[in-house]
């Protein structure tokens, strides 16, 4: 996947992205981007805001409230990660679909290795769902 340069629009958050290891940022910054390619393709999703909870990047839907908080951050076994709300489902559920493709963490987050490269289709899946996760609750 290519990566896609999308501004940022807190300097707090820039700040955090240049903060991250270079060996973790480029992947990180792909997780970024499709968070917000996924959110423009997906009609209920409105604009996504973008800021830091617990110190980390945060994406929320503040607008519709169609979605669950994604979080992209570190690991502390290495690499970077996509966190979820660990209350859901989104993690198991995605699991049941990809029980062997990825590194789990528990109900909260799957890990990747610094340098490689997220699938796009794949991980895709687990973002729409969880920009989705309140309007699937709601219907």
């Known amino acids: 996947m290519k990566p896609v340069r999308y501004a940022f629009d807190s300097a707090e958050v820039e700040s955090r992205f240049a903060a991250f ?3 973790a940022r480029a ?3 792909k997780l970024r981007a499709l968070i917000f390619e996924t959110a423009a393709a ?4 409105g604009a996504v805001q973008e800021t830091l909870k617990w110190g980390q990047p945060a994406y929320l839907t503040p607008e519709t409230k169609s979605g669950s908080t994604i979080r992209l951050g570190l690991p502390k076994q290495g690499g970077f990660a996509i966190f979820t ?6 993690i198991p559920d995605f699991r049941s679909l990809f029980p062997d493709d990825f590194t789990y963490e528990g109900n909260r987050a799957i890990h990747f290795r610094d340098g490689e490269d ?3 289709e794949k991980v895709g899946l687990l973002i729409h769902s969880a920009l989705t996760y309140h309007l699937k609750k709601r219907a």
């Open 21 to 23: 290891p270079e060996s």
């Open 27 to 29: 992947g990180l910054l």
């Open 85 to 90: 709300h660990c209350q859901t489902t989104l």
């Open 42 to 45: 997906t009609p209920g999703v």
């Open 118 to 120: 997220p699938e796009a």
